[in-house]
């Protein structure tokens, strides 16, 4: 019958003992390579100097913690240009110098924050056996690695706000698979324009309604074609097209004074009353 490891921490660690306590598991690890290359100069050393605890934790197993508990070992450098004469050993694959936590708990703290937020995953994790704050998870989700950009035709282009009414950036977003291609850190016609002419590979531009956007597909996709989006719900006009709105219902529906009875406009028509010519703010409001 083939055996299979408890943990499988990688080549040159062994576990020599497993303790149970109420809420986690202990693993007691220590490392058998015989040499270690030192960090510095890169020359491999066999004489060991000493030897230190540390504590990692590790991914959790059965919805309880682990926590492993590493003997890690000193070397000599023998190199006499080194100006390093002492230092540990490093576990490439296991957990990075000076890290509390192995990479494979890194990265499922890091993918829980992509799969909701930093917030949630942290109310999330202590649940699934791991332990990390919402600012430990942004960090973490802030060091993985960049994925390789898959090659877009058809674009989409608004603007955020990095800090609302005050500084403001472009999203570009691939069109076919609504995953954002890259963030520019304004929104002026240089910089989109710009970026544009950098990826002639485009074909379709969808962008904001905005004029600087117009003239930035102008200039740096005159060949692509080009839309705006449609306009926005009820939901997402801004405050200005609300109050136009209230505006709009007000001249139409006319005001109420104190009595409770319509006013009436100087021509003597009841306002509110039907008529085949709108009020001029009401024109004023649709077709501006």
């Given at each position: 019958?083939?055996e299979?490891?408890f943990?499988?921490?990688?080549?040159g660690?062994i576990?020599?003992?497993?303790?149970?306590?109420?809420?986690?598991f202990?693993?007691?690890?220590?490392s058998t390579?015989p040499a270690?290359c030192c960090p510095?100069?890169?020359?491999?050393s066999?004489?060991?100097?000493?030897?230190?605890q540390r504590?990692?934790?590790?991914?959790?197993c059965?919805?309880?913690a682990?926590?492993?508990q590493?003997?890690?070992?000193r070397?000599?450098c023998?190199n006499?240009?080194?100006?390093?004469?002492?230092?540990?050993e490093?576990?490439?694959?296991?957990?990075?110098?000076w890290a509390?936590?192995?990479?494979?708990l890194?990265?499922?703290?890091?993918l829980l924050g992509?799969?909701?937020?930093?917030?949630m995953?942290?109310r999330?994790?202590p649940?699934?056996g791991m332990?990390?704050?919402?600012?430990?998870?942004?960090r973490?989700?802030?060091?993985a690695?960049?994925?390789?950009?898959e090659?877009?035709?058809?674009?989409?282009?608004?603007?955020f706000?990095?800090?609302?009414?005050?500084?403001y950036g472009t999203?570009?977003?691939?069109?076919?698979?609504h995953?954002?291609?890259?963030i520019?850190?304004?929104?002026?016609?240089?910089?989109v324009s710009?970026?544009?002419?950098?990826?002639?590979?485009?074909e379709?531009?969808?962008r904001?309604r905005a004029s600087?956007?117009?003239?930035?597909?102008t200039l740096?996709?005159?060949?692509?074609e080009?839309g705006s989006f449609?306009?926005?719900?009820s939901?997402e006009?801004t405050?200005?097209?609300?109050?136009?709105?209230?505006r709009?219902k007000?001249?139409a529906?006319g005001?109420k004074?104190?009595?409770g009875s319509r006013?009436r406009?100087?021509s003597?028509?009841?306002?509110?009353?039907?008529?085949?010519?709108?009020?001029?703010?009401v024109?004023?409001t649709l077709?501006?």
């Open positions: 019958m083939e299979t490891s943990l499988t921490l990688g080549e660690l576990i020599e003992q497993i303790i149970e306590e109420a809420h986690r202990v693993a007691l690890v220590r390579m270690s510095l100069c890169g020359d491999s066999d004489f060991i100097h000493s030897q230190y504590q990692v934790a590790d991914v959790p059965g919805g309880r682990i926590q492993l590493l003997t890690v070992r070397f000599s023998h006499s240009s080194c100006h390093r004469t002492i230092f540990t490093r576990l490439p694959h296991l957990v990075q110098p509390q936590m192995t990479k494979r890194r990265a499922s703290l890091s992509f799969a909701s937020c930093a917030q995953a942290a999330l994790a649940q699934l332990k990390g704050s919402a600012s430990t998870i942004l973490l989700q802030r060091a690695p960049e994925a390789c950009p090659p877009f035709t058809k674009i989409g282009l608004d603007d706000a990095f800090r609302r009414g005050r500084t999203l570009n977003v691939y069109l076919e698979t995953r954002l291609i890259e520019l850190p304004d929104r002026t016609v240089e910089t710009a970026w544009l002419a950098a990826h002639p590979e485009i379709v531009v969808s904001d600087d956007y117009a003239t930035a597909a740096g996709a005159s060949a692509a080009r449609p306009r926005r719900s939901m006009r405050g200005s097209e609300r109050s136009g709105t209230r709009t007000d001249c529906s005001t004074n104190r009595s006013q406009d100087p003597g028509r009841t306002p509110g009353a039907l008529s085949t010519n709108p009020p001029a703010c024109a004023g077709f501006q």
